[in-house]
């Protein structure tokens, strides 16, 4: 006798990049930041005490999101801090989306979405990327036509690294009826000279949520937090109704308060990862890889069908993790000819590149 709900029953549940427990393999499969968080953080630690765990914290991460207003130029109210930032992506379906309602996003995609709408049992709506991973130009208006009441686009996309303008988001949020969550995972890897200020479709439009988390960026996976920033209007039934009473822990609060206020120090990790995907595009492009622009922290490498003895990207993820090397390899349509590598160091990422040389028969320097 099963006692989950129909829809609980026939879903599938999200699928994880494998998290490996010896530390001598080279991780470069589920996009974390390749160096430690910064010293401001790790003293945020070393202050944690008996005393603060023997209380609660503060429901609403108020120290948190004061940081995290003032780093943004918006008010605490506009921020929600959650339990990573998968937890806001749960908070948002259960907030604005009914059983039976439409969830829009695009495909491929961060694989979670289609799993939360499963669980909340609405109906997803996806639309293909055209060939270069941008967002199709009916986006929207389909959305629309589909009745979707709330919609996902991830940007920096995932898994592709590409970017969407500020201006092109704007114009869908002006023309999508529901909620527009823009899934920025990824967005302290953008290029600053691409001057791309997300926050202002927060101040111009309504009905945007824009999803942070310290995952990547601030190199704190392991603590769970992320946060979101709207208008106060859709923030508010997050923070007061749908949220878990303490869904963030006082270690996670300290922790992600000390990220936010020294986010300088995380500043520097991000330029190197840039440099480093510079170097890693450029020299896989010379040897005649197929790569898209990536704007994130991870690149998306397409492989030859006749890679690995004709097992092509699914041969080659599995001869690089042989030899200790993990990248992720998605068996859907549009990725199977592909791997998705996350940027490493300088080391990580040469020893990556000359097995990848070795297995594509191909020279790298
Ligand atoms: C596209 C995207 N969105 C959101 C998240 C959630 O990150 P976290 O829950 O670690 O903050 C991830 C994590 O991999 C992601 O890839």
């Given at each position: 006798m099963a006692y989950e709900r129909k829809n609980i029953a026939e879903m599938s549940g999200y699928v994880p990049g494998e998290q490996p427990t010896r530390t001598d393999v080279i991780k470069l499969?589920?996009?974390?930041?390749p160096y430690p968080p910064g010293e401001g953080v790790i003293a945020a630690l070393h202050n944690v005490s008996a005393d603060h765990l023997r209380r609660y914290p503060n429901p609403t991460a108020r120290g948190f999101r004061e940081a995290a207003a003032e780093y943004h130029g918006?008010?605490?109210?506009?921020i929600i801090a959650t339990n990573g930032g998968d937890e806001l992506l749960r908070l948002l379906v259960t907030t604005f989306v009914d059983p039976g309602q439409v969830i829009g996003t695009a495909e491929p995609?961060?694989?979670?979405y289609p799993v939360l709408a499963a669980v909340q049992d609405a109906r997803i709506k996806t639309l293909q990327l055209d060939d270069v991973w941008q967002l199709p130009a009916n986006f929207a208006r389909a959305l629309n036509k589909a009745g979707a009441k709330l919609a996902f686009i991830v940007n920096p996309h995932a898994p592709s690294g590409r970017l969407t303008s500020v201006d092109r988001l704007s114009e869908m949020a002006e023309q999508f009826k529901g909620v527009l969550v823009?899934?920025?995972?990824?967005?302290?890897?953008?290029?600053?000279?691409?001057?791309?200020?997300?926050?202002e479709l927060v101040r111009d439009h309504d009905n945007v949520v824009l999803l942070r988390s310290l995952s990547k960026g601030y190199s704190?996976?392991?603590?769970r937090f992320g946060y979101g920033i709207g208008r106060p209007e859709l923030i508010e039934p997050m923070l007061?109704?749908?949220?878990?009473?303490?869904?963030?822990?006082v270690v996670a609060q300290a922790l992600a308060t000390a990220a936010i206020t020294h986010h300088g120090q995380a500043e520097e990790t991000w330029h190197k990862v840039r440099r480093e995907r510079l170097r890693i595009s450029e020299q896989l492009a010379m040897t005649g890889c197929n790569l898209v622009p990536s704007q994130a922290n991870f690149i998306l490498v397409e492989v030859d069908a006749a890679a690995a003895d004709g097992s092509g990207a699914a041969g080659v993820y599995q001869t690089l993790k042989d030899q200790d090397i993990l990248v992720r390899y998605f068996d859907q349509d549009r990725l199977r000819d592909k791997l998705r590598i996350t940027i490493g160091t300088p080391q990580q990422n040469d020893t990556l590149l000359k097995a990848l040389a070795d297995l594509l028969d191909v020279a790298v320097d």
């Open positions: 499969n589920t996009n974390e930041n918006v008010t605490p109210d506009h995609s961060y694989s979670l823009i899934d920025e995972a990824y967005v302290d890897f953008v290029d600053p000279d691409l001057e791309h200020e997300s926050t704190l996976a392991g603590l007061t109704k749908t949220r878990d009473s303490y869904n963030t822990d």
